[in-house]
């Protein structure tokens, strides 16, 4: 068990991670191989944490080699450091016994592990990392969309369902937090950002001495088809959309009625177009538009000043984190994308967006 209390910080506007999930990863580690019993299976679910994990672990310590001696660009190594504490250990290094073998093996990690020595390769790493992390998070998030209706019964995989859930909440909480360090860090050490050169997430087989991407996870991939929304998933959708939509409508009204003219134009030029472009692409998904003219006022949301409309973004963040496993496509849903404009726009009106909504906690445990 990691105990973890994330430390907000002040000068700058970081999206720091803290977590209210207690996270029971027990994947953590590998399973053997219960096919023809030559090797050790490390899943999707398993291989996205570690690699999160590790990138977190390397960056944290690459800022302090490559920025020693600056404070302001070594504040942000407490991040990263807290980020790979929540996410557990970068691997575990157990003792398999695979069968066939007389002893057991202490299994390498399935990729090197390289800390960035210099600005140039710290600042790749920033992309690379940030975009990965970004992708397996929604990648994840698909997995538990497309396994939900198989698990219903069967209480071990609901509880394997729960924790890729949880991990994919973490994973894309992490993108967008490094998405915006990347860029503050890029700019405070004046350096160029590169493009990021991601690999794709799959699931990795322990053979012969070595770790290889699972060929049977790659054909299964190749032919999977699309799984058509579940009626519990309709419906979470239907209501996701009509909170967004609410939230929309009474902020407009509220800021309406006041006499803040920026707040206003912030309104109409900023938050109602982010809103609106998304709630067209998720009824899109959704296949019905249950959006109304008029919605009744949103509970504790009735000011009409900067407070009360950050208070309703957050709400409108935590609805992206619900929606994150329910639509069928994230990408076209904007589920990432308005998040991170949700939490800029929180903090240009004077919010703390340290904290994803549903991650707000101080103490962040995880156990792996």
Not at 106 to 119: A, F, H, V
Request: proline letters at 5%; aromatic letters at 4%; a neutral charge.
């Amino acid at each position: 068990m990691a105990n973890l209390t994330l430390m907000k910080k002040t000068w700058i506007f970081p999206l720091t991670l803290a977590l209210t999930i207690s996270l029971s990863l027990s994947g953590c580690g590998v399973r053997i191989d219960d096919g023809n019993g030559e090797g050790a299976l490390a899943d999707q679910t398993q291989v996205a944490r570690y690699r999160a994990s590790a990138c977190q672990e390397a960056i944290g310590a690459g800022i302090e080699q490559v920025f020693a001696g600056n404070p302001d660009l070594l504040a942000f190594k407490n991040n990263f450091e807290a980020r790979s504490k929540v996410l557990g250990p970068r691997w575990l290094s157990p003792q398999v016994k695979i069968a066939g073998k007389e002893k057991a093996e202490n299994l390498p990690e399935p990729q090197s592990y390289r800390i960035p020595g210099n600005g140039e390769a710290l600042i790749q790493k920033l992309a690379d990392c940030q975009k990965n992390i970004f992708n397996d998070g929604l990648t994840l998030a698909t997995l538990v969309r497309e396994s939900q209706e198989p698990s219903q019964g069967d209480a071990e995989a609901v509880e394997q369902l729960n924790q890729t859930t949880a991990l994919a909440k973490i994973l894309v909480a992490t993108g967008v937090a490094m998405e915006r360090e990347n860029k503050q860090i890029a700019h405070a050490a004046s350096l160029t950002f590169p493009s990021a050169n991601p690999s794709p997430l799959s699931a990795w087989r322990y053979q012969d001495g070595k770790w290889r991407p699972d060929k049977t996870d790659e054909n299964h991939k190749e032919k999977k088809e699309k799984i058509p929304l579940t009626n519990q998933q309709k419906n979470e959708l239907n209501k996701g959309i009509r909170q967004l939509d609410a939230l929309r409508y009474n902020i407009e009204k509220n800021v309406a009625q006041g006499r803040d003219d920026q707040l206003k134009q912030l309104v109409s030029d900023e938050i109602t177009p982010l809103l609106r472009r998304q709630l067209q692409e998720l009824v899109t998904q959704l296949g019905t538009d249950p959006r109304e003219a008029v919605y009744q006022p949103f509970a504790n949301l009735n000011g009409n000043d900067q407070q009360a409309v950050a208070e309703g973004l957050k709400v409108a963040s935590q609805v992206q984190m619900n929606l994150l496993t329910v639509v069928p496509d994230t990408q076209t849903a904007l589920i990432a994308s308005t998040l991170s404009s949700l939490q800029d726009l929180r903090g240009a009106l004077g919010q703390n967006a340290d904290n994803l909504p549903g991650l707000s906690a101080k103490d962040a445990k995880v156990r792996v």
